[in-house]
């Protein structure tokens, strides 16, 4: 999404850590930044670890239904983009389409006639923001917006520009696209059920079969039959012989045999990759 060109429609506070070390506020798994959403949702904000980044606006396309976004955007924590839930929700991934995306940005203060006019204050807070998205795109890191009062979660990205995602010019200075970061919303129960979903093992829907449903004259429970088998007669009915059935080309001479079972599972993997 390019840098924004249309006039902002609300003002917005960025706060939390700037993530210029590593540190506590790394979440390492897919799973360390669904629990530390739900833990910000249910005490307040460390207040030690919390200072504000930007002010930053957002757009026309920044979401307004129930209510707008937050007046705050809070950070909890930055995550490397290539974990599942990062991957899944964001860059059109195959569960991109329950995150809505818009853009948060401040004034552009990346050529010298723009930051000649600028006043200090604007241009300090317009390069704060063009710091962390150069940080989180040379880190590979996203960060997570903590969930606002109607359940809204966040994460974002740092912008690509023209020349394939460079972090600032070969002056050292910053592109345009360093002013600006893309905002992916959805609503966090929504996306931890799905993601608890994709994390259900195709094994668990296989019954299990007991030791009490094989056992010596315990009720067949729907197991299979050798052909011709009856549901109230024995062996006899099956060949009139009362041998065991055995499988066709089987040598008569050999009662043992071996039963191969195998099952897959899609786990969900947490590794190193479910608003406000």
């Keep these: 999404m390019p840098y924004p060109t249309s006039n902002p429609a609300a003002k ?3 706060v939390g850590p700037s993530h210029q070390d590593e ?8 799973e360390s ?3 530390a959403i739900e833990a910000r949702r249910s005490s307040a904000p460390p207040a030690s670890n919390i200072s504000k980044i930007s002010t930053v606006y957002t757009y026309a396309d920044a979401p307004s ?8 955007l809070e950070i909890i924590g ?17 569960l991109s389409s329950h995150m809505s995306k818009c853009t948060v940005g401040v004034k552009r203060a990346d050529r010298p006639d723009i930051r000649a006019v600028l006043r200090d204050h604007d241009m300090a807070n317009s390069d704060s923001l063009a710091e ?10 996203a960060a997570i917006v903590a969930a606002d009062h109607v359940g809204r979660f966040g994460i974002l990205r740092p912008m690509e520009d023209e020349y394939g995602g460079g972090a600032g010019s070969s002056t050292g200075g910053y592109t345009k696209h360093d002013y600006a970061l893309d905002l992916y919303v959805g609503d966090f129960t929504d996306i931890k059920n799905m993601l608890a979903g994709t994390a259900t093992s195709a094994a668990s829907s296989i019954p299990a079969v007991t030791t009490n449903s094989l056992s010596s004259g315990a009720a067949d429970n729907g197991l299979w039959k050798p052909p011709g088998g009856n549901d109230d007669g024995g062996a006899e009915d099956a060949g009139g012989s009362g041998e065991l059935w055995k499988p066709p080309g089987a040598d008569d001479g050999d009662t043992s045999g071996e039963f191969f079972a195998s099952s897959t599972a899609d786990d969900f993997a947490a590794s190193s990759t479910t608003s406000w």
Aim: aromatic fraction near 4%.
């Design 78 to 94: 930055y995550a490397d983009v290539a974990l599942s839930l990062i991957r899944k929700f964001t860059d059109d991934g195959p």
């Design 12 to 14: 917005h506070d960025l």
């Design 65 to 72: 239904n129930p209510k707008p976004l937050s007046r705050s």
């Design 23 to 30: 540190g506590d506020d790394t979440l390492p798994t897919s």
């Design 33 to 35: 930044i669904v629990e």
């Design 132 to 141: 962390l998205a150069v940080r989180m795109r040379e880190g590979q890191l």
